[in-house]
């Protein structure tokens, strides 16, 4: 068993940063891949930003140069830098890992990211 903890989300004004942060505990030794996926009010989940154990990253076209993931192997945590904000980031934000061997996805509660004027 993994679990998850979000932190970081809030309000924040167009062109503004937050820096995301999800702590896993438990079974830590067993994640693999690691994630962030948003959902907005009345759209479904999407991918955001995904890392491996080995560092490859992968961006969804509306964040690249934009987010940056990061991944504290040794604080068992998956870091997202958001920066330049739109109000069209607007969204729950969720933290995602992936285990080995057992394959089983965990996620966090969610956190709230809310970039308005």
């Known amino acids: 068993q993994v679990q998850l903890v979000e932190s970081g989300g ?4 167009p062109g503004g940063s937050l820096r995301l942060s999800c702590a896993a505990s438990g079974s830590v030794l067993t994640i693999t891949n690691m994630g ?10 999407e991918l955001v930003a995904t890392i ?3 560092g490859s990253t992968n961006y969804a076209d509306s964040v690249k140069g ?6 504290e192997d040794g604080k068992n945590t998956v870091l997202l830098q958001m920066n330049s904000l739109k109000p069209e980031d607007t ?3 969720y933290c995602q890992v992936d285990t080995y061997p057992i394959l ?11 970039v308005s004027s």
Do not use: D, E, S
């Open 52 to 54: 491996t154990a080995g």
């Open 36 to 45: 962030w996926y948003r959902q907005a009010p009345g759209k479904q989940r």
């Open 104 to 114: 089983r996805q965990y996620w966090g509660q969610g956190t709230q990211v809310t």
């Open 10 to 13: 809030g309000l924040v004004q």
């Open 66 to 71: 934009r987010f940056t993931i990061l991944r």
């Open 91 to 93: 969204a729950v934000y």
